[in-house]
């Protein structure tokens, strides 16, 4: 459980860091972030508001509203599925892609620094040790 609790406070902490960053810089939220990922992934039809729900683990409900912010935004589009009119997609726009490549840039390097941080952080050190380790190459057999 001390294990569970360390890597908990860590992404709560880690969040709010890269949230707080990513909403003073770039007007997005770390959850737009997420989706903005998604939809950057190269599927150029774009997608459902429920793959996108469970790709960022949110629900349907919060999914549409965060996509209304964003098409709102104009980072991303709504755009109805041509063999079903009922269907809906949601697709990144050119201002969105390039939203979405500045904050990652800036992202990565928040990530990074929130972890070094948290490195030195006695409540935190050891899984923050266990993340950033190397993963060893299997062994030959």
Known sequence: MDLWRQLTVLTGRLGQALDK???RDFDLTLSELLV???LS???PRGLRIQDLSEAVALDQSSMSRLVSRL???QLAARVSCEHDRRGVYCQITDQGL???????KVS???LGAALEAAAFDEH???VVARLTRPIAAPADT
Not at 98 to 104: F, P, Q, S
């Open 41 to 43: 992934r190269g599927n």
């Open 36 to 38: 903005l990922d998604q």
């Open 98 to 104: 390039e939203r979405y490549t500045a904050a990652v």
């Open 124 to 126: 935190l050190a050891s």
């Open 21 to 23: 960053r990513l909403v």
């Open 108 to 110: 990565r390097a928040e």
């Open 71 to 73: 098409t709102t935004k």
